[in-house]
């Protein structure tokens, strides 16, 4: 069982930055592809951005690309999302998730485990 737990949301003002790190107990992230997936209220739950398990693929969602960027240090066994420029529009629980196939996926039903989420909420 690999448990997730994510943190670095906050409050924030419009075109400030937050860095979301997602960490790991229980196993290794080494092996797992990983991905950022938000939820706004009363809104489905989103694809943000993800990468492999070697950290040589990425993908990210066309609303933050250019803005957003995902990295992973294996040796800390963690998951980063870097968020600059943000928007109000950006303001949604973020949770990161965890693929034991390896791959860089959009999709959320590829993947395996999931964190309880943090709170980012952007201020106009």
């Known amino acids: 069982q690999v448990q997730l737990v994510e943190s670095g949301g906050g409050l924030v003002q419009a075109g400030g930055s937050l860095r979301l790190s997602c960490s790991a107990s229980g196993r290794t992230l080494r092996y797992y592809g990983m991905g950022w997936f938000r939820q706004a209220p009363g809104k489905d739950q989103e694809f943000v951005a993800t990468i492999n398990w070697s950290g040589d693929s990425t993908a990210y969602a066309d609303s933050v690309r250019g803005r957003f960027t995902i990295s992973r240090d294996n040796v800390k066994n963690s998951v980063y999302l870097q968020m600059n420029t943000l928007k109000p529009e950006d303001s949604a629980v973020y949770y990161c998730?965890?693929?034991?196939?390896?791959?860089?996926?959009?999709?959320?039903?590829?993947?395996?485990?999931w964190g309880r989420g943090t709170q980012v909420t952007v201020s106009s």
């Open positions: 998730a965890a693929d034991n196939k390896g791959a860089a996926a959009s999709d959320k039903n590829e993947y395996d485990f």
